[in-house]
């Protein structure tokens, strides 16, 4: 890999963390129509591995792929029936698997929906992306609440509801217990990656063991939702623990946040300005707290939806454009940006400043504003001295600043093997 | 003077990444890892040089134990299949993909998905091999759970494709428009739809993955039984069978290829296609030397102990591999010794086995070692490269099979020297393919793409091309 001496890097307190979020077209409803946009190609390889490519020549830390079990849909927990959208996708992991050779140094965060599929599945099958784009794999958890995906599996029910309901007893009552059972969702797939240790192969052709089966463990999990017994059938992926990330608004229930609290390595917030950064920032730091994880690193990062031009105007009037286009004005959970580089530049240094380690920017027209981003604000990063000139690692972890953690089951046959010596001594 | 002669057959051949069973020679200087990337990638590039239809890959959902330990002497742990397959669909342009997928701990939706996703991830080079046979050992590992007993399974496993068929068909091809003018992406709001109420799923909604460019991915299955050959004959691409002898193989294509006009459909339709190791030499004498020692490398003295266990279900661990058979009787109580290992047929009724077999090594002073490596699963093809190719050819015109899955026995180079030696003269013989002729796993297998309910060219060049 390339590298640059640690002295030209920027320090690790002025440095952000830079990721986008790939969807279709891009984010705008209308973006397909975009003449840069390639409606027809959405579904092929070729597609995806230019986006991640021209991500990858950003130097950006990683990309997040969205995915969902239905139909891409305006309302809530239903299909809205529209045809003037883009709807149809493929599966999340699988073209995080197709891109993964044919990149080298980013990161790759498929979505992965928690509620409906299988935690030993997804354990291999995040372990797997791990290997085959040699530790640069990650996994972005989500929760579904629709209704419609439900009765594609037809395990569980969920009530039909509007986004103006989210606060009522019911529906808090399903957040919960739907993010509840993805912390626990979490903790089986992590405890599956670490069920082999390192150096579980031993190839020991002496006594003719393959494996030393005293580094592979059961993991017996029991939650409400599922057990799980393990150990995985996949060796411990080459970061040890992929990076776990989950996008997690504020809530009475406060369950999203203790989602992140408990399990993740990052969390996408949508904060609209500074002081609702600090704020949030507070709320999941208290999370972590809550969950007994203070000291450990858990990277927010603020989700911005983005349309950059040149000229701020510019910008300003292809939202207005898009809007039109689409028939009613995009709104999102997270602030829309319409302006220049220059301008996002002094946005995300401002939110930084509140607490937030990094940006993951969800590119309004993905032909047009990830190129900006990858173009136009890294470069305008790099100058004021805030974002890597070359990568200078050759794993997601290491991007992250995150170190490679301990097997948990090694460490706790070390702690057993010290506690049976002072038995031993103390007798 | 001579009859008219049978024009030749096509010989089909894939290859199997070699895996979790003792064939595998993980102790040889020359196997490599069987975990890591650039292993599948040498092989799947091993194997598209050689012009095969497609690479298989098996499956495991829970680490083998027996006598209540992790087995640990065969090659352990395995990636993911579904995303292997992806990645290998970016180092590969030809190759037909192939994985197993079970259908007892899995939900059709999420499997037609990523099975529709991967179609149209490799431009139409995506097979599932639907496999059915998991066990309650295996259940602990998902939410399910173990429940369901063996005649259930075959009832979900074939109501669980008839399912995936009806969410990969839910789309007709001329869904997306896409026309930036007009803001029409979608000529129909209920692209997708499906309803489905059976025994097993009763499932509705609409399916979001839009048809992919083989339709639907080319169905494997394999099974010996009555219900899995006509399972196979109903609906299957492929079948893949463990009758590597040309007898057995012709009984079996007969069998199977008979049962197709039943189902309407016609001989040329279901390929049967066995799986079959090979040990390749300059001479035929070198062969079977290297066969020999590849039989002691597979087969060690503990590996033989834990064999002869399956039979007498017993610790045999105090036996002497290079000693006599045990004089004990096999333990005939419940057999829950192995487990996550298919049930071997041979072993239904052991006292008759252990006879048989103390009878054998007996006679030819045979230690338990040598039993085992002498009764147990024989190369299929041991020779120089001529005298592989004029055996297999000869077994696929004789109707014993449409072609072969070729298992080596190291990872992952044992291809190469197939591909290097073997596969220049079958083409030769005019049996086999010097280049690839069409692009998707169907052109490869000679299977039309199937009907679409309706529709036409409008989904674009890459549904009507393939």
């Known amino acids: 890999m390339s590298s640059v001496p640690s002295s030209a890097l920027p320090s690790s307190s002025s440095a952000l963390h830079l990721a986008v979020a790939l969807d279709g077209a891009g984010w705008h409803p209308a973006a397909w129509r975009e003449p840069v946009a390639r409606p027809r190609d959405l579904l092929t390889a070729g597609y995806w591995t230019d986006l991640v490519t021209e991500a990858e020549r950003g130097l950006l830390d990683f990309v997040t792929i969205e995915d969902a079990l239905g139909l891409q849909s305006t309302h809530f927990t239903e299909p809205d029936g529209r045809t003037d959208q883009v709807r149809g996708r493929l599966d999340a992991v699988l073209i995080a698997a197709r891109v993964a050779p044919l990149t080298s140094h980013i990161g790759l965060l498929p979505t992965v929906v928690a509620t409906h599929t299988e935690p030993f599945h997804i354990s291999k099958a995040i372990a797997t992306l791990d290997y085959v784009s040699t530790g640069r794999g990650g996994v972005r958890i989500q929760v579904s609440a629709r209704r419609n995906e439900a009765a594609h599996f037809g395990r569980r029910t969920v009530p039909s509801f509007r986004i103006e309901d989210l606060e009522s007893p019911a529906v808090q009552e399903l957040t919960v217990d739907l993010f509840d059972e993805a ?42 939702h599922f057990s799980v017994k393990g150990p995985s059938i996949t060796p411990r992926p080459p970061q040890g623990q992929p990076p776990v990330g989950a996008l997690a608004h504020e809530s009475v229930t406060g369950a999203p946040f203790r989602l992140l609290g408990r399990s993740a390595d ?61 028939g009613y004005p995009y709104t999102s959970d997270a602030r ?89 001594t103390t007798a | 003077m001579s009859e008219p002669r049978k024009p030749l057959k096509q010989i089909h051949l894939a290859a199997h990444f070699p895996g979790v069973n003792n064939t595998t020679v993980w102790s040889d200087p020359q196997a490599g890892s069987h975990i890591e990337f650039s292993s599948f990638a040498h092989f799947a590039r091993t194997a598209e040089r050689a012009k095969f239809d497609f690479l298989f890959l098996a499956e495991g959902l829970r680490l083998r134990e027996q006598g209540g330990k992790i087995y640990d002497l065969d090659v352990v742990g395995r990636p993911d299949t579904f995303t292997i397959l992806s990645a290998l669909a970016a180092v590969t342009e ?49 939410r399910r759970g173990g429940f369901l007993p063996q005649d259930e399974r075959y009832s979900r496993a074939k109501e669980f494709l008839a399912t995936a068929n009806e969410l990969f ?30 025994q ?25 039984s009555e219900e899995g050959r006509e399972f196979a004959a109903a609906g299957a691409d492929a079948i893949f069978s463990r009758y590597a002898t040309l007898k057995e193989g012709q009984a079996f294509y007969a069998d199977v290829k008979g049962r197709l006009a039943r189902h309407g459909r016609t001989h040329d339709q279901l390929l049967i296609l066995p799986a079959a190791t090979f040990v390749l030499g300059d001479t035929d004498a070198d062969a079977a030397e290297l066969a020999r020692e590849v039989r002691r490398q597979q087969v060690s003295g503990a590996t033989a102990l834990k064999h002869l266990e399956f039979v007498w279900n017993r610790d045999l661990s105090a036996y002497d591999p290079d ?21 071997v047929r041979m072993y239904r009724d052991p006292l008759a086995t252990a006879r ?111």
Do not use: C, M
């Open chain 1, 266 to 326: 990052l969390g996408f917030v949508t904060p609209h300005d500074a002081g609702q950064a600090r704020a949030i920032v507070a709320s999941v730091r208290a999370e972590q707290d809550a969950a007994g994880r203070a000291g450990e690193p858990l990277h927010l990062f603020g989700d911005l939806v983005v349309f950059l031009d040149d000229d701020p105007a510019e910008a300003a009037a292809r939202k207005e454009r898009l809007d039109t286009l689409a």
């Open chain 2, 169 to 198: 068909d839910s789309w007709h091809g001329d869904e997306i428009v896409a026309d930036p003018a007009t803001g029409t992406f979608l000529s129909d709001a209920k692209a997708g739809a499906f309803v489905h109420q059976g």
């Open chain 2, 94 to 142: 030809r190759l037909g993909l192939t994985g197993t997928i079970n259908s007892t701990f899995n939900e059709p939706y999420e499997v037609a998905r990523q099975f529709a996703s991967l179609d149209h991830l490799s431009d139409g080079r995506a097979a599932w091999n639907v496999v059915t046979s998991w066990d309650a050992f295996t259940g602990e590992n998902f």
């Open chain 1, 183 to 224: 912390a626990d969702y979490v903790e089986a797939v992590r405890r599956l990656w670490d069920s082999w240790e390192d150096g579980a192969e031993i190839r020991d052709v002496a006594t003719g063991r393959f494996v030393d089966r005293e580094k592979l463990h059961y993991i017996d999990f029991e939650g409400a």
């Open chain 2, 356 to 466: 048989e077999w103390r009878e054998l090594a007996a006679a030819n002073k045979w230690s338990i070692r040598d039993l085992v490596i002498e009764t147990g699963n024989r190369q299929a093809f041991v020779g120089s490269a001529e005298t592989v190719a004029r055996t297999i050819d000869e077994f696929v015109q004789a109707d014993a099979s449409d072609g072969f899955i070729l298992v080596p026995h190291i990872t992952p180079g044992g291809l190469d020297a197939f591909a290097d030696t073997v596969v220049p003269l079958l083409q030769e013989r005019g049996v086999f393919r010097t280049e690839y002729e069409g692009t998707t796993l169907r052109d490869h297998l000679g299977l039309d793409r199937p009907a679409a309910r309706s529709g036409s060219a409008a989904h674009g060049e890459r549904a009507v091309a393939s």
């Open chain 2, 323 to 343: 000693g006599p058979l045990p004089d004990i009787d096999p333990d005939l109580g419940e057999h829950t010794l192995a487990r996550g290992r298919a049930q």
């Open chain 2, 200 to 224: 097993h799923f009763d499932i509705e909604g609409q399916f979001n993955v839009p048809v992919s460019p083989q339709g639907r991915p080319v169905i494997f299955q394999a099974g010996d």
């Open chain 1, 336 to 424: 829309i940006f319409t302006g220049t580089p220059s301008q996002l530049a002094d946005l995300l240094q401002e939110l930084g400043e509140a607490g937030l380690t990094g940006f993951r920017l969800r590119p309004a027209v993905a032909g047009h504003d990830l190129p900006a981003i990858t173009r136009g604000l890294v470069p305008e990063l790099q100058r004021r001295g805030v974002f890597r000139h070359a990568y200078e690692a050759d794993t997601l972890r290491g991007l992250l600043g995150l170190a490679r953690p301990a097997n948990r089951y090694a460490a706790a046959a070390a702690v057993a093997a010290d506690a049976a010596a002072d038995a031993v």
